[in-house]
C-alpha cells in the first residue's frame, strides 16, 4: 500500500466518524451519546482493519512477498532463456533422475 493510499483511508475514516456522528444525533442521540457510539464504532472498524493487515503479514501475502515471488521468477526465466541446448539437456537429465530417485 502506498503512503498516499494510506493517507485517503486515514481521512476516509475521519469523515465516516464525523459522518456517524451527525447521523447519531440525527436519529435522536445526545451529542455525548452520538460522540461515545460514534468513536466505539471507529475503534471497531480501525481494530478490523488492523487485523486484516495482521492476517495478511502473517500469510505473507504483502505487496513485498509478491514483488520478491516475482523477481525470482523473471531471474529464473531469464537464466533458463540463456542456457544453451546443451545445457537445457543436461537439466532435463538431472531433474529427471532426481524424480526417479527421492
Do not use: C, H
Amino acid at each position: 500500500m502506498r503512503r498516499i493510499d494510506v493517507i485517503a483511508i486515514s481521512l476516509g475514516i475521519f469523515a465516516i466518524g464525523g459522518i456517524t456522528y451527525f447521523l447519531f444525533q440525527a436519529i435522536g442521540f445526545d451529542g455525548l451519546s452520538a460522540g461515545v457510539w460514534s468513536q466505539a464504532l471507529l475503534v471497531v472498524v480501525v481494530l478490523a482493519w488492523t487485523l486484516t493487515y495482521l492476517f495478511r503479514v502473517a500469510n505473507k501475502d504483502m505487496t513485498y512477498n509478491q514483488q520478491l515471488k516475482d523477481y525470482e521468477e523473471a531471474v529464473l526465466q531469464k537464466r533458463l532463456e540463456e542456457m544453451t541446448p546443451e545445457e537445457l539437456e543436461k537439466l532435463q537429465q538431472e531433474i529427471e533422475q532426481e524424480t526417479d530417485n527421492p
